[in-house]
């Protein structure tokens, strides 16, 4: 198996994607979405229950086959919201966490209740863990997976993909064809703005300053190039 990455800019990007790739028949158990929530939007209109600051630590939620969510008992007893209609009813669960270096994010896939499981203080550790973690458990070299997981904590959404050889090339199409960012490209950028490695210490944006810092930068916040 080999596994495919995609970093977009816009969340709307990425549930394409996902829509897309289980359309051509890829197997919905081995896609994951990762997304930004730093503003609490996607909780507010995808979650229910919650805590202080809008987020809900390791909550983990199975979808059914009806894509209609389920919630399932991570300490929290949140009550399950809706998916029915939107790509993250046909992922395997929906998490709403907090990742160290990133800040809140939605994640939907099995990797919600990987890094769910690390919220909880039974995974691996903070810098070992969280999504750098998760990635290089997927096969990403860690290097990449921290520029994957620098790109989600600047407000991005990450798909990731477990597919056949055989399958790649079709796999990496559907991610090009909905604006995946050239990581490449964007590793540069990330350097020449500071950036020198994941750091699980690190301060996560609020929603007020990733507003403003992609505003700033908005020439490189138009939706990316193409490339996984």
Do not use: C
């Not at 290097?143 to 904590?153: C, D």
Request: hydrophobic letters at 35%; aromatic letters at 8%.
């Amino acid at each position: 198996m080999k596994t495919v990455v995609g970093l977009f800019d816009n969340f709307s990007d990425a549930q394409n994607v996902v829509q897309d790739l289980v359309n051509a028949g890829f197997e919905r158990s081995k896609i994951n979405l990762v997304a930004n929530d730093v503003s609490g939007d996607y909780q507010r209109q995808y979650g229910s229950g919650g805590t202080s600051g809008g987020v809900n630590e390791g909550i983990v939620r199975d979808t059914d086959s009806s894509g209609s969510a389920v919630a399932e008992s991570a300490g929290t007893g949140a009550k399950a919201g809706t998916y029915v209609g939107t790509a993250l009813g046909l992922l395997a669960g929906i998490g709403f966490l907090a990742i160290p270096g990133v800040g809140p994010v939605l994640a939907a896939g099995e990797i919600a209740t990987v890094l769910g499981s690390t919220a909880l203080g039974a995974g691996l550790g903070a810098a070992a863990g969280g999504l750098l973690g998760a990635l290089v458990g997927l096969g990403v070299p860690e290097e990449e997976a921290g520029y994957y997981t620098e790109g989600v904590r600047r407000g991005g959404a990450l798909v990731t993909l477990s597919v056949d050889e055989n399958r790649v090339t079709e796999a990496s199409a559907i991610l090009n064809r909905h604006r995946a960012v050239d990581i490449s490209t964007r590793r540069d950028y990330y350097q020449q703005s500071g950036y020198t490695g994941y750091n699980p210490n690190a301060q996560p944006y609020t929603a007020e300053e990733l507003a403003a810092y992609r505003q700033r930068n908005a020439n490189v916040y138009t939706g990316g190039t193409s490339g996984v």
